[in-house]
């Protein structure tokens, strides 16, 4: 691994997978273990600050794993492994909070829209805002720099956390003499926002999800719930105002991609019989992961082996780093 990038992203474990957050962030980062090296782990501790509830943490947890192992992650490539198994990250956070600005979590996106929030609303401006949340980005930043990455994919709305891992990073190599490489957001091609069940973007907020691999029987009361407009069989219909075919095309090879298209355009297409496509379509494509990811979460020992192992060899990275970051903080 030497003198190749050092790739790493983190997870964050607060819902079930669902098909947007797969074809989103997880099969990018699935499509991106078979050639790269990459530490990815899953953000239990960022999952923290908005989720109480230990059982809840743990379970999305295993789910994640349990899906980007059976859904073909290079496991060869990869170091897949829990964030709070690390102690080191503990340990560098706190070290890191103290050449981190309060100016600079100030600003980062997510505190700012809870205090506009507030704001509007006429609350205290830090209303409902924990400690967790508001120093995020110093954990963020430490994941990053314990591991000594380069690249750190992530969507859109993580950018400005990696750009503050690389502020937090100047500062110390400002400090303390070079210590940490400042590492590069990479931003993953846009596939646009998979729609939801109801039309608007499929997020868990707006409990318009199909999790990626649920029973086929869910799978299938879930497509046929997808709503739509009220044209007739007959009528021609727009595939590219289409939830269904939007779907339909992040899991369909071309040729069957454009058929369905014309399909829609010819007219004498019903959306029941589309969503029919669509749901026979999502179900060949999973059925065999969906078997592996059933035993797996029956058989969570199997998760924790590999999380284990994972650890165990992110341990080893980890401990340099913060060996090195104690020495020249302490002596
Ligand atoms: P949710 O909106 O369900 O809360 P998250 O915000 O936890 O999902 O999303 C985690 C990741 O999944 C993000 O990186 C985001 O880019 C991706 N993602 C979530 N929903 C969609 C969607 N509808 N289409 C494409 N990507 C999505
Ligand atoms: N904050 C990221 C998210 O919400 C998850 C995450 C935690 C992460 N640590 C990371 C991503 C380190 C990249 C690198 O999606």
Do not use: W
Not at 69 to 97: C, K, P, V, W
Not at 220 to 239: C, Q, Y
């Amino acid at each position: 691994m030497t003198d190749e990038k050092i790739v790493l992203t983190g997870i964050k474990p607060t819902g079930t997978p669902h098909i947007g957050n797969y074809i989103g962030a997880l099969r990018p980062l699935i499509d991106m273990s078979q050639n790269h090296k990459t530490f990815m782990f899953i953000a239990d501790l960022h999952a923290l600050n908005s989720i109480h509830d230990a059982k809840e943490i743990k379970q999305h947890t295993y789910e994640i794993a349990a899906l980007m192992i059976t859904m073909g992650l290079n496991l060869e490539n990869t170091i897949l492994f829990r964030q709070s198994d690390i102690n080191e990250i503990y340990q560098l956070t706190e070290f890191l909070m103290n050449v981190t600005p309060k100016g600079l979590m100030n600003r980062a996106h997510s505190y700012k829209a809870m205090i506009e929030k507030n704001t509007e609303t006429g609350v205290d401006i830090d209303s409902g805002v924990n400690m967790g949340l508001y120093t995020y980005p110093v954990l963020m930043a430490a994941d990053i720099l314990l591991y000594n990455s380069d690249i750190v994919p992530v969507g859109k709305d993580q950018k400005q956390h990696v750009e503050f891992a690389r502020d937090i990073a100047g500062y110390f190599n400002n400090i303390y003499g070079e210590t940490f490489k400042l590492p590069e957001p990479i931003i993953g091609e846009d596939c646009g926002l998979i729609p939801g069940l109801d039309g608007r973007k499929m997020s868990k907020s707006y409990d318009n999800t199909i999790p990626l691999l649920c029973p086929s029987n869910e799978l299938k009361k879930k497509v046929m719930r997808i709503i739509t407009d009220s044209k007739t069989p007959e009528e021609s219909k727009n595939p590219d105002e289409s939830t269904i075919f939007q779907m339909y095309s992040h899991f369909a090879s071309a040729d069957e991609i454009a058929a369905l298209r014309k399909r829609f355009l010819d007219g004498g297409m019903g959306y029941g019989e589309a969503k029919t496509i669509l749901f026979e379509k999502i179900d060949s494509v999973l059925s065999e992961p969906r078997k592996r990811y059933e035993y797996l979460m029956t058989n969570p020992s199997e998760i924790d082996a590999i999380l284990n192992q994972g650890a165990e060899r992110a341990r080893v990275v980890a401990a340099r780093t913060l060996t090195k970051v104690k020495k020249k903080m302490l002596g």
